[in-house]
């Protein structure tokens, strides 16, 4: 048994996939419809029960989801938009591509996630909307950076793209304000690809419903159950966002068993701290008490004087280990290090930066699977 689970290759990360999932893709594609259609309508309406929001627009992925809010709030040059830099690039070059400015903000050395403090001295009377992330399946105090906001023309927008079933004091994040969410292959939900705007704002969702699908008031699917004439107009021009069914179909069957996904890796990630809590050299992120977790992501921070987390990396690959980087400072990438410079208030950002590594974390995996990486691990940043 012992051989066989040191022979076992063990990937960053796999989604899970049952035969519920396979056959409800399969009786779309046997339906006859397979684009925008009664799927997609009905993930839309049961993923926004799900969260508390009172509107959700199913898109092609969480980056289409982000560009179509800051679309629909008109961000454009002049603006500044502040955000980590220490998350992944999608929305930085978004911001960049609507003309407006990155603010990177620090994070906090723990946990990963900004907070009303490090945003706060960085608001300026440019200051358009502002992004804070959950990370990793944690939850990050939103209400808290909100209330800076007071009455500025500033919009919060939740990147909750980590945070399928997180919880903030016991409420769903992704409720309250203007949030992403992405069904990405490595999400806990996942529609191979996708994303969710969730909204209160009617007016910005009923733009973002014309704006996904290249700005026209209608899709095909109205058109056919509702008797639209065929020769759409366009309203303003617009994008080719728009959520398939047969990405919906798996969504939905996903959103059935989220809860059972997230338990496996919440018992997983708690194996995980008790056996990390004994290697010296690795470093687990902590958990902020006001976080139902959804454990996307199990992070630790390489600290082992002798190793740098490259040759750990390497060391685990070569057992047959996967590890991943979530993520390398935004700013430090060359295109933003060009344009605007190194940043000297990132110091938790860039330290972070230089020693996070993910661990494989998904639902299939066994705790033998978690012991065994953590052998692995030990042997790795020995002295």
């Known amino acids: 048994?012992?051989?066989?689970?040191?022979?076992?290759?063990?990937?960053?990360?796999?989604?899970?996939?049952?035969?519920?999932?396979?056959?409800?893709?399969?009786?779309?594609?046997?339906?006859?419809?397979?684009?925008?259609?009664?799927?997609?309508?009905?993930?839309?309406?049961?993923f926004r029960a799900f969260v508390g929001s009172d509107f959700a627009v199913a898109v092609t992925s969480g980056t289409a989801a982000m560009h179509v809010v800051f679309h629909g709030l008109n961000i454009g040059p002049g603006d500044e938009v502040?955000?980590?830099?220490?998350?992944?690039?999608?929305?930085?070059?978004?911001?960049?591509?609507?003309?407006?400015?990155?603010?990177?903000?620090?994070?906090?050395?723990?946990?990963?996630?900004?907070?009303?403090?490090?945003?706060?001295?960085?608001?300026?009377?440019?200051?358009k909307a502002i992004v804070p992330v959950h990370f990793a399946g944690a939850a990050c105090d939103v209400d808290s950076i909100n209330s800076l906001i007071g009455e500025r023309q500033i919009t919060l927008i939740e990147d909750t793209a980590h945070a399928v079933g997180t919880k903030f004091n016991e409420k769903q994040v992704g409720s309250k304000y203007n949030s992403v969410f992405s069904f990405h292959a490595i999400k806990n939900?996942?529609?191979?690809?996708?994303?969710?705007?969730?909204?209160?704002?009617?007016?910005?969702?009923?733009?973002?419903?014309?704006?996904?699908?290249?700005?026209?008031?209608?899709?095909?699917?109205?058109?056919?159950?509702?008797?639209?004439?065929?020769?759409?107009?366009?309203?303003?021009?617009?994008?080719?966002?728009?959520?398939?069914?047969?990405?919906?179909?798996?969504?939905?069957?996903?959103?059935?068993?989220?809860?059972?996904?997230n338990q496996k890796r919440c018992a997983l990630a708690q194996h995980y701290q008790l056996r990390i809590a004994g290697i010296k050299g690795v470093d687990p992120l902590s958990v902020p008490d006001t976080t139902t977790h959804a454990w996307h992501l199990f992070i630790v921070r390489v600290t082992a004087e002798k190793h740098t987390r490259e040759e750990v990396m390497s060391f685990l690959s070569a057992r047959g280990i996967g590890s991943g980087i979530h993520f390398l400072p935004a700013h430090q990438h060359p295109?933003?290090?060009?344009?605007?410079?190194?940043?000297?208030?990132?110091?938790?950002?860039?330290?972070?930066?230089?020693?996070?590594?993910?661990?494989?974390?998904?639902?299939?995996?066994?705790?033998?699977?978690?012991?065994?990486?953590?052998?692995?691990?030990?042997?790795a940043v020995k002295p």
């Open 1 to 46: 048994m012992a051989n066989q689970i040191m022979q076992r290759q063990l990937p960053l990360c796999r989604p899970s996939i049952t035969q519920l999932e396979t056959r409800a893709v399969l009786e779309v594609m046997q339906s006859g419809w397979l684009t925008t259609g009664a799927k997609a309508l009905e993930f839309e309406e049961r």
């Open 82 to 127: 502040i955000t980590p830099s220490l998350t992944w690039v999608s929305t930085i070059n978004l911001i960049e591509l609507m003309g407006a400015k990155p603010v990177f903000v620090d994070v906090d050395r723990h946990n990963l996630m900004t907070s009303a403090e490090h945003i706060e001295k960085l608001i300026t009377r440019r200051t």
């Open 189 to 261: 939900l996942t529609t191979g690809e996708g994303g969710m705007v969730c909204s209160n704002d009617q007016e910005l969702v009923e733009r973002i419903r014309r704006v996904k699908f290249h700005g026209l008031a209608v899709d095909a699917f109205d058109r056919v159950t509702q008797g639209r004439r065929p020769q759409a107009m366009v309203v303003e021009p617009g994008f080719k966002y728009n959520m398939t069914d047969m990405c919906a179909a798996l969504g939905l069957v996903q959103l059935d068993r989220i809860f059972e996904i």
């Open 335 to 379: 295109y933003y290090l060009n344009k605007y410079g190194p940043h000297k208030h990132l110091k938790n950002s860039e330290w972070n930066g230089s020693r996070i590594m993910s661990l494989p974390l998904y639902p299939d995996m066994e705790m033998a699977d978690v012991d065994h990486i953590c052998d692995v691990l030990e042997e």
